[in-house]
């Protein structure tokens, strides 16, 4: 690993990132860089809840909709004035960071984000089942309870993986926050929501997306045209919501600016253009991501399996491995925070449960949601990574991409607007 003193000193508690970050240019290899003084893709980053992150998507569009009582917090109604129906895509895996990495081989793209885009904030941890949901409730990460890759079912020693959850605990349960699209059904508008046919009735797509019609879309292509076709297929105000995985995909694999990746950002490009070019005069398409991405040199992966170190006081181990929550045996807190603290030194920010809370990066969390999060919290710092070799499933430790954490290239997700014609 790198050794400790290559890397700038941080305190325990993060501090607030900057609000707005300048786009930097993101090399092919070895991670994101600093693109001009001050300006560095690794600073942290605080999730602006209510006031400029991924949960407030929603919510403004169901208030350009007319909606009643929903908040605009990102001000889009006078920009979209006269709009009854609007596409939703989510591109999972497109960070604000990655908006000119992308541009080469995605001019429509770089062409809107020219002239409309913003930088938002995702939730945290910056990962797609926490992301997914915070959209879909207009929530934070602590008031919606799904608060990350994999967390701990608590008074058990089961670690549910969002992404292959299906009913039990039941999704009604275990996040119970209504959703906006719940929401605008109940006020009359046409609401679809169009994803992978293999993800419907998922707990996480119940949780997420549960109201309005559901529809299978394989492939790009198939996206595109649903979409198109669920915006006009009525006269009421519309609300239509699509949802993208494969340039995520890509960069976990093969990395961020891998051929792999160039190929899905070519055709998430085929699919903004095409939604771009085929909105109705009354229409409007925004399009989000859930995170962004960044690669994690192999020099850089501390494995908790093949150290004992870090193993030490362990009840059992969730996240992911740029934010993990390790739950301890009694009494081992202080143990295991010091542990980790002495071998990850400035690699990661290591700190207890309340720490982490009292922070503020989730949000407010109910009691009933603490105990999902670990009792000690450990978040990476610039391109580290905390693999669990032999306990994960085994690709992740060998995967080139990842997220999950606070840095500016996870946490910075674009907004871009095309209003109406």
Known sequence: MTERSEVAAVPVVPEQGTA??????????????????????FDRVMPRYGGGSLADVLPSALAVLGVPGAADPLGLVGRLDGVRRIAVLLVDG??????????????TLADLAGRYARPLTSGFPSTTPTSLVSLGTGAAPGRHGVLGFRVNVPGTD???????????????????????????????????????????????????????RHLGAADPETLATGMLAALRADDRRTLVYGYHPDLDKAGHLTGVDSPAWRIAAADVDRLVAQLAGGLPADAALLVTADHGQLNVPVDRRYDLDTDPRLRAGLRLVA???????????????????????????????????????????????????????????????????????????????????????????????????????
């Open 319 to 421: 996240g992911e491995p740029r934010v993990r929550y390790l739950h301890v045996e009694p009494g081992a807190t202080d143990d295991v925070v010091a542990a980790w603290r002495g071998v990850l030194g400035a690699g990661a920010w290591v700190a207890t449960r309340d720490e982490a809370v009292a922070a503020g990066w989730f949000g407010p969390v109910p009691e009933q949601h603490l105990a999902r999060v670990g009792d000690v919290v450990v978040a990476c710092h610039e391109n580290y990574a905390v693999v669990a070799s032999r306990t994960d499933h085994p690709i992740e430790a060998r995967l080139v991409g990842y997220h999950g954490s606070y840095t500016a290239a996870e946490m910075l997700i674009p907004l871009l607007v095309v209003p109406a014609r």
């Open 158 to 212: 089961r670690v549910l993986t969002h992404i292959d959850w299906r009913d039990e605990p039941s999704p009604l349960r275990w996040q119970p926050v209504s959703t906006q699209l719940e929401r605008a059904e109940a006020d009359g508008v046409a609401v679809t929501v169009l994803s992978r046919p293999e993800y419907a009735g998922s707990g996480l797509t119940v949780a997420a997306n549960r109201g309005g």
């Open 94 to 107: 497109l960070g604000w960071h990655l908006l000119p990495v992308a541009a080469p081989h995605a001019p």
């Open 20 to 41: 707005e970050v300048a786009v930097p240019v993101v090399p092919a290899q070895g991670g994101p860089k600093p693109a001009v003084p001050g300006q560095n893709v």
